[in-house]
């Protein structure tokens, strides 16, 4: 079946950091990707979507590239915030689309001044 | 921008108890959802629903839950009959449809305590 995989945490990095986060899935077909963000005593948001092979989600400085080759989805800031920290999860919406979100087990960055 | 609201946003009882947690989707929405998440574990779907009926459902959605859309806002779940290991963050959804990368919004959360 679909699945999401990614790095275990927590991150921690300096302010001005460079970030990546991990994610690879297993999906037949051509899934949709997503990475959602939760800060602290908040809801899951949608931080950034790709649809299709090659596609780049880019979100308040985030980014992320849909690699079929690799199957990833790699999460990417060139330099990250104090309010950046937060909970990031990878999910994944199979190629048949019933709206059933896959997530991966969420990391947690931390962001010290 | 419009937001998916739940209600209550804590609440704890006691184990064999009925509980019903209540979300209000985004107003054109018409899919909607509940997935939950076990303190540090993944967030897991629950079910989907659209047009007034389950449209599909996890394995963890047995007969102990129940979804509903009493009037036009409103999109509830029941657990009748509450279990210690129902204690999780449980979280309700909408989209407006599912073309491919829709985007599902969702509600902050209810965290259920069965004690």
């Known amino acids: 079946g679909n699945s999401v995989t990614q790095m275990e945490g927590p991150v921690t990095l300096s302010e001005e950091a460079f970030l990546t986060i991990n994610c690879t899935y297993t999906a037949t077909g051509y899934p949709s990707l997503f990475w959602y963000v939760q800060y602290p005593g908040e809801g899951l948001q949608l931080l950034l979507k790709?649809?299709?092979?090659?596609d780049k989600g880019s979100n308040k400085g985030f980014e992320a590239t849909y690699r079929k080759e690799t199957t990833s989805f790699h999460l990417e800031k060139g330099s990250v915030q104090v309010s950046d920290s937060a909970v990031y999860f990878c999910a994944l919406i199979g190629s048949g689309n019933t709206g059933k979100l896959i997530f991966g087990q969420g990391t947690t960055l931390q962001v010290k001044p | 921008e419009p937001e998916v609201t739940q209600t209550p946003s804590h609440q704890v009882t006691q184990m064999g108890q009925e509980v019903i947690l209540r979300c209000v989707p985004i107003s054109n929405h018409l899919y909607f959802y509940w997935y939950r998440q076990i303190l540090g574990q993944k967030v897991e779907f629950l079910v989907s629903?659209?047009?007034?009926?389950?449209?599909?459902k996890s394995e963890i959605f047995d007969d102990q839950f129940s979804v509903e859309r009493p009037d036009g806002s409103n999109f509830t779940l029941k657990i009748r009959s509450t279990k210690l290991e129902d204690s999780a963050m449980y979280f309700c959804?909408?989209?407006?449809?599912?073309?491919?990368?829709?985007?599902?919004?969702f509600g902050e959360g209810s965290w259920l305590t069965v004690v």
């Open positions: 629903f659209y047009n007034n009926e389950i449209s599909e």
């Open positions: 790709a649809t299709k092979a090659d």
């Open positions: 959804a909408s989209s407006e449809d599912r073309t491919p990368g829709n985007t599902i919004y």
